[in-house]
């Protein structure tokens, strides 16, 4: 049976770790062609190299995503590779430097910023160009989080580029909606990746404090945000944009 996504050409930022690297794996078994994108270059590497032995075709580029030259070359390089580009995950992020407001350090907040919030509408800038000269539409999602809709301790920067995520993706929703580009985030609870881990070490019983708030009673994986990100790049989510959705085990409906 052909996958949800047979023939797509999709780029995938952070594409070397946690969410980009599983969310890269259901890309591939649902037929797109990926393009990996990470500013570790070997990390992406790994996850092409996995996703080929699976069958599946793509290309690697190191890009930093916050900046803008290395952000048009990724996307031109997909165009000049594969002709266009159809979906795209733009996932890459870093968790800063747990501080509260006060005592966040203004390198720490830049460089959230630059990364989190910048990098994802660098990314929307070059990949929206090309799809309104393809003319066909296309499909964005954003990596927002559960910081995104609501606050928390600790990571102000963090907490306020999430935010600026889901605003950024209810805006460009809504103007290019009439091209038939659609733009939603995902807003993933804590889900088990490498970030995750690195969070964890600075609290005691980390992992038994969010489990025991979360409804579902445990912590996401990372393929759990991929299926939800492949599902709103398909055709099948058609006619859903403008959409920050958690995917969080129920923590926001409390
Ligand atoms: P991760 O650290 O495992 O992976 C992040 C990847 O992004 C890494 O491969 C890293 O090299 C890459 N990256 C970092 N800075 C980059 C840059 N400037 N340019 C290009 N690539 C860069 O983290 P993860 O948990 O998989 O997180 C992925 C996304 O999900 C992030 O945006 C994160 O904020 C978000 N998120 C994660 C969780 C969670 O619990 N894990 C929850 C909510 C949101």
């Not at 939603?184 to 404090?209: H, K, Y």
């Amino acid at each position: 049976m052909a996958g949800i996504l047979e023939g797509k050409v999709a780029l995938i930022t952070g594409a070397g770790s946690g969410i980009g690297r599983a969310t890269s794996r259901i890309f591939a078994r649902e037929g797109a062609q990926l393009v990996l994108v990470d500013v570790v270059a070997e990390a992406a590497e790994e996850t092409l190299e996995a996703a080929k032995q699976a069958g599946a075709k793509g290309i690697c580029l190191k890009a930093d995503v916050s900046k803008s030259s290395e952000v048009e070359t990724a996307v031109a390089r997909t165009v000049a590779e594969f002709g266009r580009l159809d979906c795209a995950f733009n996932n890459a992020g870093i968790e800063g430097e747990p501080a509260l407001t006060h005592k966040c350090t203004e390198s720490n907040w830049n460089r959230v910023l630059a990364i989190n919030l910048t990098g994802v509408w660098l990314c929307m800038k070059a990949e929206i160009a090309q799809m309104l000269k393809q003319g066909h539409g296309g499909a964005i999602v954003n990596t927002s989080s559960l910081a995104g809709i609501a606050g928390a301790i600790g990571g102000p920067a963090y907490v306020a580029a999430k935010h600026g995520v889901a605003g950024l993706t209810r805006a460009a929703a809504l103007e290019y909606g009439r091209h038939n580009i659609r733009v939603n985030a995902v807003c993933p609870g804590p889900i088990r990746t490498p970030m995750l881990s690195r969070l964890m070490q600075f609290t005691r019983d980390a992992e038994q404090r969010m489990v025991r708030s979360e409804p579902l009673k445990r912590l996401g994986e990372p393929e759990e945000v991929g299926e939800t990100v492949v599902w709103l790049c398909s055709d099948r989510a058609s006619y859903v944009t403008g959409l920050p959705m958690p995917v969080d085990g129920g923590f926001s409906a409390q």
